[in-house]
């Protein structure tokens, strides 16, 4: 029997796992705006969820059917507890179906990124520069953290950007490197 669709199956769960250690959605990777990035990470999660059931189910049923060593075979069998554990977390877990899309306000080279919190005092703002890059790509500089104040917004007057919220602020450039 081909050993390669084990291993493809556990570098597919792999990735799926590092992705999942990775707190920013799909890879860290930063294309076109990050409301766009926040809308298909939760895409992205439900495919990751199956992906992973699959992956789990695959080895499952095709660890014992090999004719591996026992200690190869116990390391086998110890990965897919894993993954089932995985999958059970992104099933149950926040991360699976949630769009975090309204969470985040572009206007010019700036982003704002709301965090909520359950306690209103800790609930927050963060202000980002947007540096553009080629092929759609994008950094973000953080510019400043305010306390959350619903309603609030950005907006250019007379060539410089401001945060209008409970108070009004001058937004400085950031830096693209």
Known sequence: MSKAPIVLALLLAAALMVDSLIPAPVFAIHWRSPEFMAEIASIFNVVK???M??????????????????????????????????????????????????????????TVHTIESQDARSSR????????????????EEIRQLPYHPGAYIEEQNGKWYYIGEKRYELAAGKCD
């Not at 149950?92 to 306000?105: C, K």
């Open 49 to 51: 969820l199956l992906g």
């Open 53 to 110: 059931a699959l992956i789990t189910a695959y080895l499952w049923w095709s660890i014992p059917r090999r004719h591996y060593s026992p200690a190869i075979t116990i390391v086998l069998q110890f990965v897919v507890l894993i993954c089932a554990v995985h999958t059970l977390v992104l099933l149950i877990g926040r991360q699976s179906l949630v769009n975090d899309a309204e969470h985040y306000t572009s206007a010019g080279p700036y």
């Open 125 to 140: 703002q963060v202000i980002y520069w947007r540096c553009q890059r080629s092929l759609g790509f994008y950094s973000l």
